[in-house]
Structure formats: structure tokens, C-alpha cells
């Protein structure tokens, strides 16, 4: 629901009666149906319209400023919440994103990492204990798995927890410095609970990582509790209202049932019982995580290439012809930097509301014993979860970098998309090893291949029969596109797979895998790729008839671009000739020219509220220059007309250095 409630710009006006398609039918159908778009426009609204959400940059904020907005704002949602009854984790989360546009909130990782894995991983009575508190925010608890010292490779963590079968408690200690829990979001200084990941020991014998509920500021004074330090880690690149923490634990004690129990219980002797094969059960919550970074990414690109598309049809910039100024929408340079990342934008949100959907089927069936598609959700979770985090911090900077001069100003929202987005790469797993994950999925699958095995799911293409030559022409058929991607992926698995099986002849396995891991993580990466164009290409057909020529044509766009970006790939082996990648890039300016009526309206299509955009640059009136002004007049530095520093500083230099000469 963007704000309409101002005059539209005329050029922006005329930009949307360009359009072949209705923007609002695409609505629907990215909602999943009219009433669902109604619906969230109604959650949306509720944000906008309550007095006590009202949003203030906070770019012109102090740190403890921003953080008591924020937590005056989260307490404000929590109870609009409960008043609306917005418990549907969908709803929820749309009416979040509405009350601090890309501001992390002090409740984000208590909702999104601690109940889950409550969820998931404690036994009913540990529910049964927590739940309600928790509900209610009574307890308040982050996610504390990453460590000064290490992060992605959890077998190295070194926060212990062990059982004393005296007194049927854990002792949790950090007994190194590089042990310290460094990173947790809302740690620092809001949460009065952490569940903290660490080894448990019992019986002389090391069981690996399990989760902890561990008490760590009191109740009614919010004072760290006897043994416990904590603390704010500082200032990073975004987020200046999220007080990420850093959490020291000296011999404190928990009882024995702090330890979720799901899948590992531990008896009042110590002994360790394992209720599940699969040791990764524990690591759910991240893979769930991961599916909502995919999605998450989606959503910035979207923003993004919201305001850059906006802004370039309201931005008039040199000559295309003599004595007539040009909208910077109508230069190809700028459509080949941005119609690639609208398409991208749609591309992502696509597969992102595919993981997360493979996330609770697969949540479902692990729940009734069924562990077979585990894997490949690990494998699709980490791989989705780095391409879309590489790719789209890259093309929101291409978005800023389009705006301009004014896309270096927090004034067109960009740079807090950036340093929202940008942080996607390395947290819940630094993405090369994310890659370095799945190739090792495709490993095991790729072998299988060879030997004639079954490949399930969408893996199955690795034991599909390789074509020698691509088929592609001018009429850009979506089989022959889909075809060229899945030829690459297979050859690039093939390569790194032969690579590695190379190195193994003068080199253990280990080091093999090292000296193969740039080809590893390449076979990785493609394979994202052409996943993610299968899924943009899968999708299509499920489009209304008066939406498919335009989704068509971004579709189009979006493989082409991927094959002339990577064109190498592709033309190796002669799998793709020569003559057909010419024959590629003219059709890329083809669909350049074919996108540009519709640029607009496609954006619009998100139907990305001025408020989360929160960019002059990408109003939905158009009014940039109008609001700029008005932007600018917010400055802190413009309550007062003379900073004290002039008299203080720079007069007396003046008069010193005139007394000199």
C-alpha cells in the first residue's frame, strides 16, 4: 500500500499510464490473492496510522536514542499485536516491518531464533515452562551460538557446558577470552535471558553443541546476574538502534532441564541419551534463519530497485537529443544498471517464498520421523541464503550508484537498505562456507550420479544426460534458457568434482578439498543459479494470461543477463557458439526496450509503502525535490544557526593567523 495521499508527479503519472498490465493484478498475485493484499494493507495501515509508531530517522539520532525509540516502538507493536490478534507468523511479520523500516528491533531475536527453537528443539514440558513467559515478554531472550573466536565452524566452539550429577545442574564457562559470545542481537543491553549454545560435557565425555537456557540479568533490576558479564559490542556499519552484545559466563549454573531435551536428554546420572540420528536437528532454527534471509534479501532488492526506477523517471540529466533534457530512466546505460536488478528483485522473491515453504513442509515431515529431504534443505537453505546476500548488497549499491549524487544521502533510503542488507554475508554462516556446504552435498550426489544411483528432488539433474550443443535462437524459448543453466551447473560440478578427485591421488581428502574449494564454491554458486532461474521459470505458468508477457520478458532478462555476465561458462566446451551469445546480446537491448514502458509499474507492483521505503527518492507521488527540502531541514545541525565550534575555534584561528602576517 504505497501513501497516495498527495498529487502524483506528472511524469510519474504518465510513466504509470505507459503500462500493458494492471500493477495491481501483479499485487495480488505476489500477495497470493486480493485478499491477502487487502488484508496486508490493512496490517500495514495499522502501523502507519497509530500516533505512537510514528517513525523519525534515525540517522539524526544518538545510539541510546535510537534504542529507546526502538524499544518504545516494540513495546507499542507487541501490545498491537495482541490487541489485533496478529499471531500468524506472516502477519506478524509484515506489521514488524512496517514499524521500523530496517531498524533490527530489541525483540527480533527472541522472536525469531528463541521461539522457534523452544519450538523445535525443547520437550512439552519445557514449552509448557517457558512459553507463556515468553509470550508475554517476561522473558526476553537472544541467540547466543557465535563467539569472538569462531563462528560459521560450530565443532570449534568453546563454551562448555558441564553436568555436575551432585547437584543436577550445568556449569557454563568461556575459558578463553576468544570464548566470549560476541554478536547476539538485543544482547547488550535488552534481553534478561540467552540461549546459549555450547559442548555439553557429562561423564568424562564431550556430547558436541546443545542449547541452554541460561538466566543472565534479574528480573527487576535488569542487573547482570553473579557471574555474568554483558555489554553493547559498539557502533557498526547500520543498525545503530540494534545493541548487539557480547555475554561472559564464569562458573554460572543452570538446572539440568535448561538443556532442550527434544532430540538429546540428558538423566539425573549424567547419562546422555540421543533421541535422533541426525545431529543437525539442532541446527534448525539457522536453516530456518537462512530461508528468511532469501526472502529478506527479495524485499531489499525490491526497495532498492523501487526508489532507483522512481527516482530515474523523475530525473532529468543531459541530452539524448539536442536542446531536450532526458529522463535518466530513458539512457540504456541506465536500464541495463537497473532493469537486471528489478528482474533480480523478482527472481528472489520467488525462490525465497519457495525455501521458506521447503522449510516447515520439511519441518513437518522431520516431525514424523522423516529425515530424507534434511539435506537438501540444508544445501538449498546455505546456497539461496549467500547468492541472494552476494548478489543483491551488490545491486542495491548499483541501485545508490544510479541515484547519483542524492543516492549518497540517507535521504534516499539507500544506504540504510545497504547497511541492512550487506551483513546477510556473513551472518548465520559467512557465505563462502555456506557454498563450501552445498558443494559438499553435491558431492555426495554427483558420486551417486556416477554410480547410477537415484538423485532426489532438484539435484535429480546431475544424473540427467548432458546435451553437446545448446539449441537457443531468437525466439528465446524458456526451455532452451532453462537448458543452457542446467548444462553449466552440471559441467561445473563435473569440473570441480574432477578437480578434487585429481588432487586426491597425491593429497589427503582433506587437504583435496582445500586445494579444489574455488572450483567447489563456484559448483556451489551456479547451482544456486540456475535453481533460482528454474524457479522464476517455474512460476510462470501459474500467472494470470494478461501478466505473462511482462513476467515473461523480466524472466528473459534475467537469464540472458546471468548468461552474458557469466558467458565463459557457457561458451566452454562450445556448448553455446559464438554467434548465439552475439545473438544474446542484442537481444538483451531488445528486452531493455521491451521492459522500459513497464518499469514503473512493475515497482509498483511491490506495492512497497512509503513509510518501509522511506526514501524522497522513491515516493510514490514523485515529489523528490519538494521533499528533499523538507528532509534536509531535520538536520540536527539546523537547530541552532551558529555551531558553538565557529566562535570557539575558527574565529580565534582567524585572528590568530591575521595577527601573524
Not at 246 to 265: A, I, S, T, Y
Request: hydrophobic fraction near 40%.
Amino acid at each position: 500500500m504505497a501513501d497516495r495521499g498527495s498529487e502524483v508527479h506528472p511524469d510519474l503519472q504518465k510513466e504509470r499510464q505507459k503500462a500493458t498490465f494492471s500493477s495491481y493484478l501483479l499485487t495480488n498475485f505476489l500477495d497470493g490473492s486480493e485478499e491477502k493484499t487487502k488484508r496486508r494493507r490493512y496490517i500495514e495501515k495499522l502501523a502507519i496510522d497509530d500516533p505512537e509508531l510514528q517513525h523519525k530517522p534515525t540517522c539524526f539520532l544518538t545510539r541510546p536514542e535510537a534504542l529507546d525509540l526502538q524499544l518504545k516502538k516494540a513495546s507499542r507493536m507487541v501490545l498491537m499485536i495482541h490487541e489485533h490478534d496478529l499471531f500468524d507468523p506472516y502477519e506478524k511479520a509484515m506489521f514488524k516491518r512496517v514499524v521500523s523500516p530496517h531498524e533490527s528491533q530489541p525483540f527480533n531475536l527472541h522472536d525469531l531464533m528463541f521461539l522457534p527453537t523452544l519450538l523445535n528443539q525443547g520437550t512439552q514440558e519445557q514449552q509448557e515452562k517457558w512459553m507463556e513467559k515468553a509470550m508475554t515478554y517476561e522473558i526476553v531472550c537472544t541467540y547466543a551460538q557465535t563467539e569472538m573466536g569462531h563462528g560459521t565452524f560450530l565443532r570449534g566452539l568453546e563454551t562448555t557446558a558441564t553436568y555436575d550429577p551432585e547437584t543436577e545442574e550445568f556449569v557454563l564457562e568461556m575459558p578463553t577470552l576468544t570464548a566470549t559470545k560476541w554478536w547476539p542481537g538485543n544482547l547488550g543491553k535488552t534481553t534478561n535471558h540467552a540461549l546459549v549454545l555450547a559442548q555439553l560435557y557429562t561423564q568424562g565425555k564431550c556430547h558436541g553443541l546443545h542449547a541452554f537456557v541460561v538466566q543472565i540479568r534479574d528480573f527487576k533490576t535488569w542487573q547482570p546476574l553473579p557471574g555474568v558479564t554483558v555489554g553493547d559490542i559498539g557502533p557498526k556499519l547500520g543498525y545503530a538502534s540494534m545493541d548487539n552484545g557480547f555475554l561472559r559466563l564464569d562458573k554460572v549454573r543452570v538446572p539440568r532441564d535448561h538443556m532442550l531435551m527434544k532430540h538429546g536428554q540428558l538423566h539425573k546420572d549424567g547419562t546422555y541419551v540421543t533421541k535422533s540420528k541426525n545431529s543437525k536437528l539442532t541446527y534448525g532454527t539457522m536453516l530456518l534463519v537462512r530461508a528468511v534471509i532469501t526472502r529478506f534479501m527479495s524485499q531489499c532488492l525490491a526497495e532498492a530497485a523501487t526508489i532507483a526506477i522512481r527516482y530515474s523517471a523523475i530525473r532529468k540529466q543531459s541530452e539524448i537529443k539536442p536542446g531536450t533534457e532526458a529522463f535518466i530512466l530513458d539512457y540504456q546505460t541506465q536500464q541495463y544498471n537497473l532493469f537486471p536488478v528489478l528482474a533480480t528483485a523478482y527472481a528472489f522473491r520467488f525462490t525465497g517464498v519457495h525455501v521458506v515453504d521447503m522449510f516447515f513442509k520439511i519441518q513437518d515431515d522431520i516431525n514424523l520421523g522423516n529425515l530424507e529431504s534434511l539435506p537438501e534443505l540444508h544445501a538449498v537453505s546455505a546456497a539461496a541464503k549467500a547468492f541472494t546476500s552476494w548478489v543483491g548488497s551488490s545491486m542495491i549499491e548499483t541501485c545508490r550508484l544510479s541515484c547519483g549524487g542524492h543516492g549518497y544521502s540517507h535521504a534516499s533510503g539507500l544506504p540504510k537498505i545497504y547497511a541492512d542488507a550487506t551483513p546477510a554475508c556473513t551472518y548465520e554462516g559467512e557465505n563462502t562456507v555456506m557454498m563450501l556446504q552445498t558443494a559438499r552435498l553435491l558431492k555426495k550426489y554427483h558420486m551417486r550420479a556416477t554410480n547410477g544411483e537415484h538423485i532426489p528432488g532438484f539435484m535429480a539433474y546431475l544424473s540427467a544426460p548432458r546435451t553437446t550443443r545448446s539449441s537457443i535462437d531468437k525466439n528465446l524459448r524458456l526451455e532452451d534458457l532453462l537448458a543452457l543453466y542446467k548444462h553449466r551447473a552440471h559441467a561445473c560440478v563435473d569440473e570441480a568434482m574432477a578437480r578434487f578427485a585429481t588432487v586426491c591421488k597425491t593429497h589427503s581428502e582433506f587437504d583435496a578439498w582445500n586445494l579444489s574449494s574455488v572450483l567447489l564454491v563456484k559448483a556451489a554458486t551456479v547451482h544456486c543459479h540456475y535453481f533460482i532461474v528454474y524457479n522464476f521459470v517455474d512460476v510462470l505458468p501459474t500467472l494470470e494470461d494478461s501478466l505473462k508477457p511482462v513476467l515473461s520478458a523480466l524472466c528473459r532478462l534475467y537469464a540472458v543477463h546471468g548468461i552474458l555476465e557469466n558467458s565463459g561458462d557457457f561458451i566452454k566446451n562450445g556448448y553455446l557458439t559464438p554467434s548465439q551469445l552475439a545473438m544474446l546480446q542484442n537481444a538483451m537491448y531488445d528486452l531493455l526496450g521491451e521492459i522500459r514502458p513497464n518499469a514503473v509499474a512493475l515497482v509498483d507492483a511491490f506495492d512497497i509503502p512509503d513509510r518501509i521505503l522511506d526514501s524522497v527518492l522513491g515516493c510514490y507521488d514523485g515529489q523528490v525535490y519538494e521533499k528533499l527540502y523538507k528532509w534536509a531541514q531535520q538536520s540536527t545541525l539546523n537547530q541552532e544557526e551558529v555551531p558553538p565550534g565557529i566562535f570557539k575555534f575558527m574565529k580565534p584561528m582567524v585572528e590568530e593567523l591575521k595577527a601573524k602576517l
